[in-house]
């Protein structure tokens, strides 16, 4: 469940035409959260980092979010 919000929160804002905030929630659900599963552990030891940190977004530049703390 904690998952399927995940999805629901990190995706909302990639909504960006029309088809895609017009699907069923049925199909959309499901998509979106492989979608979120798939970005949330790209945070997970990303290159440059030691074996198990979790960084707060992966992005360096416009904007930098980086953040390992």
Do not use: H
Not at 46 to 58: E, F, L, N
């Amino acid at each position: 469940m904690k998952l399927i919000f995940l999805a629901i929160l990190a995706s909302v804002s990639f909504a960006s035409n029309e088809s895609v905030r017009l699907m069923p929630l049925e199909k959309w659900l499901p998509q979106q959260e492989q979608i979120a599963a798939k970005n949330l552990f790209r945070n997970i030891s990303p290159a440059g980092t030691v074996k198990g940190v979790v960084v707060a977004s992966p992005s360096r530049q416009n904007p930098d979010y980086w953040f390992t703390g």
